[in-house]
C-alpha cells in the first residue's frame, strides 16, 4: 500500500477525507469537540480499492492541523469490529458487522475468521459472534500493569498547563476521601497541606462531591442517613438536600466544584478517574487561591482537570467514546 497524504475538507461539523493518492473519497469521519480541540475519528472505511493511507487527525482551535498518524487498515478494522461485538447487547451476525461497520462482506469475513482462529472472537452454533477468551489474557494483564496513583504521577511529571497549582488524587472510603498523591504548591500549601493519607469529608471536597455525583439520590441520602458532618467553613455544604443540588449540577456540568467548603480562601475543581467499567475508582482536584481566579482563569482550570482525569481514565481502561 502506497504512502500519501490525505487532505481534508471542512464542512461545518462534518470532515471529508480525500485520499491523495487515488483522488478517492476512501472514508468520512466526524469532529468530535472537546474544551480545546476536535478529534476526527473515522466513522467507515473501506479501503479495498484504495492504494492510500488514513489515520486520526487533530484539528486545534486555532484550525492548524496535526500530522496524521498513520493507521495499518486490517488492525484497524479488527479493532472496530471486536469494539462494536462488545457493546452489542444480541450478539451480532456477519451481516450484522458488515452492515453497522460498512466494511465488506467478504472482508469483513477474513477479519472475523482470523479473529477467531486467534480465540479473539468465539463463532457461536447460531453463527453470531461474542469475544473471545484471548481478551481476558489481555484484561489481566493491563490490571496487574495498572496503577492510578503511578499514571497520576507519569501525567503529572509532563504537565505543562498548570505551573504551580495544588493538584490531589483521592479514593473513596464510605463518606471520607482519603488523598493517595498531591503536589501542593507554595500558595495554597499555607492554607491547606494537602498530604497522602489525609481523610477529608466527600461532601465537602472537589473530589468527593464527583465520586458522590455517580451515585443516585437514594444511596447519597442512605451515607448520610445520621446527616451531614460537621460544616469545616460557613461555606460547606449544610442540609442533604443542598447536596443532592450541588451533585446535579455536578452530573449537568461534568465537573465538581468545592468553592470554599474545605478550607476558606481556596477553591478547587475535579473530576472523577473512571476503570473499565465507566465507573469512578479516583478523583483528581485542582485548588487555587479564591481571590487569584477570574473567569478566564476559571475556564483554563477546568479544562485542564477534565483533560487530566480524560487522560487517567482512558489509562485505566474506561470506554470515553
Same mark, same amino acid.
Not at 463463532?123 to 493491563?142: C, E, I, K
Not at 498531591?182 to 472537589?206: I, K, Q, Y
Not at 467548603?261 to 482536584?285: K, T, W, Y
Given at each position: 500500500?502506497?504512502?500519501?497524504?490525505?487532505?481534508?475538507?471542512?464542512?461545518?461539523?462534518?470532515?471529508?477525507?480525500?485520499?491523495?493518492?487515488?483522488?478517492?473519497?476512501?472514508?468520512?469521519?466526524?469532529?468530535?469537540?472537546?474544551?480545546?480541540?476536535?478529534?476526527?475519528?473515522?466513522?467507515?472505511?473501506?479501503?479495498?480499492?484504495?492504494?492510500?493511507?488514513?489515520?486520526?487527525?487533530?484539528?486545534?482551535?486555532?484550525?492548524?492541523?496535526?500530522?496524521?498518524?498513520?493507521?495499518?487498515?486490517?488492525?484497524?478494522?479488527?479493532?472496530?469490529?471486536?469494539?462494536?461485538?462488545?457493546?452489542?447487547?444480541?450478539?451480532?451476525?456477519?451481516?450484522?458487522?458488515?452492515?453497522?461497520?460498512?466494511?465488506?462482506?467478504?472482508?469483513?469475513?477474513?477479519?472475523?475468521?482470523?479473529?477467531?482462529?486467534?480465540?479473539?472472537?468465539?463463532?457461536?452454533?447460531?453463527?453470531?459472534?461474542?469475544?473471545?477468551?484471548?481478551?481476558?489474557?489481555?484484561?489481566?494483564?493491563?490490571?496487574?500493569?495498572?496503577?492510578?496513583?503511578?499514571?497520576?504521577?507519569?501525567?503529572?511529571?509532563?504537565?505543562?498547563?498548570?505551573?504551580?497549582?495544588?493538584?490531589?488524587?483521592?479514593?473513596?472510603?464510605?463518606?471520607?476521601?482519603?488523598?493517595?498523591?498531591?503536589?501542593? %504548591?507554595?500558595? @495554597?500549601?499555607?492554607? /491547606?497541606?494537602?498530604?497522602?493519607?489525609?481523610? =477529608? $469529608?466527600? #461532601?465537602? !471536597?472537589?473530589?468527593?462531591?464527583?465520586?458522590? %455525583?455517580?451515585? @443516585?439520590?437514594?444511596? /447519597?441520602?442512605?451515607?448520610?442517613?445520621?446527616? =451531614? $458532618?460537621? #460544616?469545616? !467553613?460557613?461555606?460547606?455544604?449544610?442540609?442533604?438536600?443542598?447536596?443532592?443540588?450541588?451533585?446535579?449540577?455536578?452530573?449537568?456540568?461534568?465537573?465538581?466544584?468545592?468553592?470554599?467548603?474545605?478550607?476558606?480562601?481556596?477553591?478547587?475543581?475535579?473530576?472523577?478517574?473512571?476503570?473499565?467499567?465507566?465507573?469512578?475508582?479516583?478523583?483528581?482536584?485542582?485548588?487555587?487561591?479564591?481571590?487569584?481566579?477570574?473567569?478566564?482563569?476559571?475556564?483554563?482550570?477546568?479544562?485542564?482537570?477534565?483533560?487530566?482525569?480524560?487522560?487517567?481514565?482512558?489509562?485505566?481502561?474506561?470506554?470515553?467514546?
Amino acid at each position: 500500500m502506497l504512502s500519501s497524504q490525505t487532505a481534508l475538507e471542512l464542512q461545518r461539523k462534518d470532515v471529508r477525507c480525500v485520499c491523495q493518492t487515488c483522488k478517492g473519497s476512501c472514508f468520512l469521519a466526524i469532529v468530535q469537540h472537546t474544551e480545546h480541540n476536535s478529534m476526527i475519528r473515522t466513522l467507515s472505511t473501506d479501503l479495498s480499492d484504495c492504494q492510500g493511507t488514513f489515520g486520526w487527525q487533530w484539528v486545534f482551535s486555532g484550525g492548524t492541523m496535526a500530522q496524521a498518524t498513520k493507521l495499518v487498515p486490517a488492525v484497524e478494522r479488527a479493532t472496530r469490529i471486536l469494539d462494536h461485538v462488545s457493546r452489542c447487547r444480541v450478539h451480532p451476525t456477519l451481516s450484522d458487522l458488515a452492515r453497522e461497520l460498512e466494511l465488506a462482506k467478504s472482508t469483513t469475513h477474513t477479519l472475523c475468521q482470523t479473529l477467531v482462529e486467534l480465540n479473539l472472537l468465539i463463532r457461536r452454533s447460531d453463527q453470531t459472534y461474542q469475544l473471545g477468551p484471548h481478551l481476558m489474557r489481555w484484561s489481566n494483564a493491563f490490571n496487574r500493569q495498572s496503577d492510578v496513583a503511578t499514571e497520576f504521577a507519569s501525567i503529572w511529571d509532563k504537565e505543562t498547563e498548570l505551573p504551580g497549582a495544588t493538584i490531589t488524587l483521592t479514593v473513596l472510603e464510605g463518606s471520607e476521601v482519603v488523598y493517595i498523591a498531591a503536589r501542593n %504548591s507554595a500558595v @495554597s500549601h499555607s492554607l /491547606v497541606d494537602f498530604r497522602a493519607g489525609m481523610r =477529608l $469529608p466527600a #461532601a465537602f !471536597t472537589a473530589t468527593g462531591k464527583s465520586f458522590l %455525583s455517580y451515585m @443516585s439520590d437514594f444511596e /447519597v441520602k442512605k451515607l448520610y442517613a445520621n446527616g =451531614l $458532618p460537621e #460544616a469545616r !467553613t460557613p461555606h460547606s455544604v449544610q442540609s442533604i438536600d443542598e447536596l443532592l443540588k450541588e451533585l446535579a449540577e455536578t452530573r449537568k456540568r461534568g465537573y465538581s466544584v468545592d468553592n470554599q467548603q474545605v478550607a476558606e480562601g481556596i477553591v478547587c475543581f475535579g473530576a472523577s478517574v473512571l476503570d473499565s467499567r465507566n465507573m469512578p475508582i479516583a478523583g483528581v482536584a485542582v485548588s487555587v487561591l479564591a481571590e487569584d481566579i477570574d473567569d478566564e482563569d476559571r475556564e483554563r482550570i477546568i479544562a485542564n482537570i477534565k483533560r487530566i482525569a480524560s487522560s487517567l481514565s482512558i489509562r485505566m481502561g474506561a470506554d470515553l467514546g
